[in-house]
Structures are given as structure tokens and as C-alpha cells.
């Protein structure tokens, strides 16, 4: 099992990104994913899940209506749509899974690196 984040990068306030994470060695099309994020020395911190069909989806207070979390189940990616970015929104963003198969462990990505800055 593998999550690969990408499309982090150095933005302006105010500006966008797109992040993508590939899933490999399991199909996401059952398993709610989602992202979270984390600053040095803080504790990581939850961002948005999205349910197994995309139906559902559930985002932290303080990026609701900015953030959008979306799924392609064909390709096996998630998405995170970061719009209206502050520099607040500085952090690695990782990728999650949940355990597979009860009692074992969740999954994460490496983490992409997000900076808001002008």
C-alpha cells in the first residue's frame, strides 16, 4: 500500500493549488479518504474526508468554503481543490487511509509541502 501526495508548491495569499494523492496497491473506491495537515511541532490536524462514493464529504471549520476534497475512484486519486489561500494554510498536507482490514493500521503519505507567502 502506497499514498503519493503532490502538487504542493510556494503560493501567493489568495491564490490556488491542487493537490493529488495516488493510492497504489488497494483500490480506494471503499475506503472514506482523506487529508490532513501539520506544522512543526504542532499535532496533525484534520482537513477533509470524502465517503468511498463521493457522496459525502466532511472539511475542518476553518477551511470550509474553500477547500474541496474530491475522488476519481477510476484513477485510484484523491484531490484537494485549496482555494482563497492564507499563509495560515502553511503546512505539509498528507494523505490518509483507513486500516484496510480491522485492527491494523492506517495508511499516510509522505506529505507535500504547502507554503502561503507573498
Known amino acids: 500500500v502506497q499514498l503519493v501526495e503532490s502538487g504542493g508548491g510556494l503560493v501567493q495569499p489568495g491564490g490556488s493549488l491542487r493537490l493529488s494523492c495516488a493510492a497504489s496497491?488497494?483500490?480506494?473506491?471503499?475506503?472514506?479518504m482523506s487529508w490532513y495537515r501539520q506544522a512543526p511541532g504542532k499535532a496533525r490536524e484534520f482537513v477533509a474526508a470524502i465517503s468511498s462514493t463521493g457522496g459525502n464529504s466532511d472539511y475542518a471549520d476553518s477551511v470550509k468554503g474553500r477547500f474541496t476534497i474530491s475522488r476519481d475512484n477510476t484513477k485510484n486519486t484523491v484531490y484537494l481543490q485549496m482555494s482563497s489561500l492564507k499563509p495560515e494554510d502553511t503546512d505539509v498536507y498528507y494523505c490518509n487511509a483507513p486500516a484496510l482490514i480491522p485492527g491494523s493500521s492506517e495508511y499516510w503519505g509522505q506529505g507535500t509541502q504547502v507554503t502561503v507567502s507573498s
Open positions: 496497491g488497494f483500490s480506494i473506491s471503499r475506503y472514506t
